[in-house]
């Protein structure tokens, strides 16, 4: 019936959770219900999208042509009348005092770091897959079953971790996987057995898993109980953008490497001007059977290999936010950020 109806899969499952909470989950018993944040709402969505935009498009506009430049500016502009907005009105959508709580600014940061580097991986990954070394869309996705699979496995354990342990654990963990697993993928051509790649996978997937728990732990422990629900909510949002930047910033960093380094090989083969301009217009597409049969066999490898490489530059970033990861668990899970958190006025 096409891909497109993928999408309808969440219908069903969508309105049975419609009726299952209206008939089981209790009404808020907050003294003062929360209002729509209309303002902020629509000044932090549009920021995102000029920030998006610019990132996705940087690499072929070029990314100090007046319009990268324009939006980069806008997106930064939004987000100073966001902050702005949010001290003033009555009911913020997010109340900015809550980034004086280490245990809450950490859990914001790990959440859109793990949900960049995961996201972005499965993005490049499955082009990576399907352009660099020919696989169907549906063996793409059999092939990065393990990422996906161990989460299943993973989640419950860093779950009874947390409950036992604490958070900082588990976090720990969830970076050095997710770092590990990056490092891996830096050493994938096209060539590179499977079972190199299901290990960097089992790698990356484990630590998504190790992570998922304990954001909303960390997030809730730095903030009093009233202020519980914002707190894991904002975490959720946080999971979203992360979710968006990973795709836009791993998508244009390895389609900038690749346009580059493409233009240069073909150039060195002796490819006439047309054809280079031909094939990088097809983008990592030329490198497919349709593609082969377009230019040539030879151009084609030359796409499927480029193309390989130029996916390092989205691992590199996979391990730049494990560290990161890494760097804030250690920061705000601690005893001393705990007792900050007690010290800060959100708690008055």
């Not at 005092?97 to 991986?121: D, E, L, T, W, Y």
């Not at 630590?207 to 202020?227: D, H, L, W």
């Amino acid at each position: 019936v096409g891909w497109r109806a993928v999408f309808w899969v969440v219908v069903p499952f969508g309105a049975l959770a419609i009726v299952l909470a209206r008939r089981y989950v209790p009404e808020s018993r907050a003294a003062h219900p929360r209002r729509f944040d209309v303002p902020g709402q629509a000044l932090i969505a549009a920021c995102l999208a000029c920030v998006t935009y610019a990132i996705i498009e940087g690499p072929i506009a070029g990314w100090t042509s007046v319009r990268i430049l324009a939006f980069f500016a806008l997106g930064a502009a939004l987000l100073g009348v966001f902050a702005v907005v949010e001290r003033r009105v009555r009911v913020p959508l997010l109340d900015l005092h809550f980034f004086r709580s280490p245990p809450f600014s950490g859990a914001f940061v790990i959440a859109v770091a793990i949900f960049c580097a995961f996201n972005g991986f499965l993005f490049v990954n499955t082009l990576y897959l399907q352009d660099s070394r020919g696989a169907s869309a549906l063996m793409a996705g059999v092939m990065t079953m393990p990422a996906t699979g161990v989460i299943a496995l993973v989640a419950p354990f860093s779950g009874r971790i947390v409950a036992r342990w604490g958070s900082r654990g588990p976090l720990a963990a969830a970076g050095l996987l997710i770092a590990a697993g990056g490092a891996v993928l830096l050493r994938s051509t096209v060539t590179t057995p499977y079972w190199e790649l299901a290990g960097a996978y089992l790698l990356i997937g484990s630590g998504y898993g190790f992570a998922n728990p304990p954001i909303t732990n960390t997030a809730v422990s730095g903030m009093p109980r009233a202020q519980a629900g914002t707190a894991a909510a904002a975490a959720g949002a946080a999971r979203q953008v992360g979710s968006v930047l990973g795709v836009a910033l791993m998508g244009a960093l390895s389609t900038g490497s690749y346009l580059g380094a493409l233009a240069a090989r073909l150039a060195r083969a002796g490819v006439p001007p047309a054809t280079r301009h031909a094939v990088l217009a097809a983008g990592p597409a030329a490198g497919s059977p349709a593609g082969a049969g377009a230019f040539s066999e030879k151009v084609a490898g030359m796409v499927r290999a480029t193309f390989a490489t130029s996916a390092h530059v989205g691992w590199v970033l996979a391990i730049g936010c494990g560290a990161v990861v890494v760097a804030s668990a250690l920061v705000s899970t601690g005893a001393r950020a705990r007792a900050a958190a007690a010290r800060v006025g959100i708690f008055a």
